[in-house]
């Protein structure tokens, strides 16, 4: 398997403090998403980043190619609204993994 570091940028850089309800139910709808990727080990681990510049999202993704973790991405709940939000997906080609991943 490989690993793959994703960026989601939000539709705006004041998303983490001025989102509004119908996107706040769209972001649970995509937390939901990837809880459900990481219960299967999928997702190695996700959330939001407070970059003070403006917020995002990550995700490092286990997957045998970028095909496959590009077409988990195209599955996300705010990618198929067209809501504003796109995805970076870049390899990672070396990983070192904590105890408690190697454990899985």
């Known amino acids: 398997m490989k690993y793959f570091f994703c960026k989601l940028t939000p539709p705006r850089t004041t998303f983490m403090i001025d989102m509004t309800d119908a996107e706040h139910q769209l972001m ?3 937390v939901a998403y990837w809880a ?3 219960a299967k080990g999928t997702a190695i681990v996700f959330g939001p980043v407070a970059d ?4 995002y999202g990550v995700a490092v993704i286990e997957a045998p ?3 496959a973790v590009r077409e ?14 796109s ?9 070192v993994l904590g105890e408690r991943a190697q454990s899985r």
Do not use: C
């Open 65 to 67: 190619d970028e095909a």
């Open 52 to 55: 003070p510049q403006g917020g």
């Open 28 to 30: 649970r709808q995509h």
């Open 72 to 85: 988990l991405s195209t599955h996300d709940p705010v990618i198929q609204a067209g809501a504003g939000f």
């Open 36 to 38: 459900e990727l990481a």
């Open 87 to 95: 995805y970076a997906i870049h390899p990672m080609p070396q990983v």
